[in-house]
Every structure is written in C-alpha cells, then in structure tokens.
C-alpha cells in the first residue's frame, strides 16, 4: 500500500535499463510487474537444473518422512536425477509425460535401493526407506512434475544489457517457485564466479518469501545465495533489488542480507519496523514515527546511490490503477 511496485515500475526499472543493466523481474504473485510489460515468461516454461530438482522433491516429500536427509534415499535421488531427468524429459512430452515420468523415477529411486539383492535380503533399513519412498512420492501429483518440465535454460532469459524480462510466478506452489530460484541463482553466482560482468539487475518481489528472518527448508538456501549475490556481485555489475513489505523481523528481511544492502527506498512502516527504521534515520534527526504515517508515494532515500549526506524524502503521485 505504500507504492512499491509502482516506485519499482516507473521509478527504478527505467533507471537501471538507462543504467545499462538488464532488468530481470521475479513477480512472486504474477500481479505486480507482469501485468504491465510485455516481455513475460511463464515460470513453468524455464527448466530448472539437477540440484534444484532435488530440493524441491526433498522439500515436496518433508525429506521422504526423515528428521534430516537420509543418507540411502538421498544418495538413490541424487543418482536417479543426474542421471535420468534430462532423458526422461526428452523421453516424454505432454500432458501424459508427468505420468510416466514420476512413475519411473520413483521405480528408479527404489531400484537403487535395492540394488540386485532380493527384497527378503534387505536390511530393516532399507526396507523402510523403500516403503517411505513409496509413501512420499504419493505427495507428488503429475501437476508438480508438470512444472519442472519447462524447455527454457536458464540462461536464455537472463536479458541483455538495457532490455527487461518478466517471470510471472504465478500458479505454482512456493518450493516450485523457490526451485527455480535455485537454478537462477546458481547461474548467476557461476558467472560471478568465472570473473564476468553481468550488467544484469535481479529485482525480486515479495523478498522475504526468499529470505526470511528465520529461514528454514529451501528458503535457508535461497537466503544464502541472495547474500552470496549481494556481498559478490556487486563487483560484476550484479544490482539486487529486494522489493519487501517490512525492514525486519517477520515481516522483513533475513539480517545477514540486510547487512549487505547499501541502499534502501523506506515508505510508510509497519510499527513492529520503528527499531530498525531508527536505526536508519535517527542519526539524522528523523524520528522513525513519522514513517507511520507516510502517504502512498513517499520514500525516504538513504545509502550510497542517495547523492545527498542525509536522508532525502521523495515523492510522487500514485495513479489509479497504476
């Protein structure tokens, strides 16, 4: 309600297209950017790679029943993907391909198991992890394999220099949609780790859907390579824009990432964010309050790109609809 979206829209996103970056928006909901630009990709058109396959399989099936990854499924999983998902992808299309792929991966992943032993020669553990797999893979529909099974590397829609890209998010569930943040980001941090410049400006939507104050699952590894980017890229010309309801606490940013950012756009807070804007503010002679009650468009600027030694209040007019 404080006009995020529209100071990204109109405000930031022409800016950094000006700047010479290429702008990639991640639209969590697929109600704030995608609406409004025509350079949109669907998220289930892009693949993601191996290791976020893994994630979001862990993640789908609670770690097939485990309190921490068992070695044996893990080790089988892990196998059955390097391996086979590509084939399996290439193997099957369509509608019925989900069918037959989740059909084969868990007849792998058991297989693996089980080696060529008899079922009856089996340890007790063994047994287990084959029945729990059979019981997690339950939790898996043909619709969540229907997500993975997008054509577009990765690569391919990273935008080049001045041009924009969408992902609309929208219509899959959050391990999907933090899976293919996985794949994203692990491109990105191996460009960076190859010494390129990427002149790329992530802009990532609802932010603390990636990395909360307290990140557990999925979210603990995207909350590391959003601080990995952050604290690296900005020496490849990598700009990271976390878009975010709050500053702190549950409603806001991990602290590790926030420590990285060197820049902040605050509009109007929520009072659990009076600590943390002070913070911010109040070696100026701000009183945090004031930010309670600030209208729809106003933004107090602060950091390294603000070309004034204090704090600058700036503001524009929300246009209906906008």
């Known amino acids: 309600g404080s006009g995020k979206s529209f100071l990204a829209r109109y405000l930031l996103i022409p800016l950094l297209k000006e700047a010479g970056y290429g702008v990639l928006v991640l639209d969590w909901a697929g109600v704030d950017y995608a609406p409004y630009f025509k350079e949109v990709v669907p998220i289930t058109d892009v693949k993601c790679d191996s290791d976020s396959v893994i994630s979001y399989i862990l993640d789908k099936t609670n770690n097939f029943g485990y309190k921490t990854e068992s070695a044996i499924v893990s080790a089988a999983l892990e196998d059955a993907i390097v391996e086979e998902w590509d084939k399996l992808l290439n193997r099957y299309k369509g509608d019925s391909g989900a069918s037959n792929i989740l059909a084969e991966l868990e007849r792998s992943i058991k297989d693996r198991i089980q080696g060529d032993r008899e079922y009856s020669r089996l340890k007790d553990s063994e047994k287990l992890a084959i029945s729990r797999v059979g019981r997690g893979f339950r939790k898996i529909s043909p619709d969540d394999v229907k997500t993975l099974m997008g054509e577009l590397e990765v690569s391919q829609i990273v935008p080049q220099p001045g041009n924009l890209l969408v992902v609309d998010m929208h219509g899959v569930e959050d391990a999907r949609k933090l899976s293919f943040f996985m794949t994203l980001s692990k491109y990105i941090l191996d460009e960076v780790s190859k010494g390129k410049n990427l002149n790329l400006a992530l802009v990532i939507d609802e932010a603390p859907q990636y990395c909360p104050f307290e990140p557990k699952g999925l979210r603990y590894y995207a909350t590391e390579k959003i601080k990995n980017m952050c604290a690296l890229g900005r020496k490849h010309q990598l700009c990271m824009v976390l878009i975010s309801q709050g500053i702190a606490g549950e409603i806001g940013i991990n602290a ?28 100026y002679g701000i009183r945090p309050e004031t930010l309670l009650y600030l209208d729809p468009g106003e933004f107090y600027f602060i950091g390294k790109m603000n070309p004034s030694p204090t704090p600058l209040l700036i503001s524009f007019e929300i246009e209906e609809g906008a």
Not at 266 to 282: C, F, N, T, V, Y
């Open 256 to 283: 590790a990432v926030r420590r990285n950012l060197n820049t902040w756009f605050i509009g109007q807070i929520h009072p659990i964010d009076l600590e943390e804007a002070g913070k911010r503010l109040s070696p």
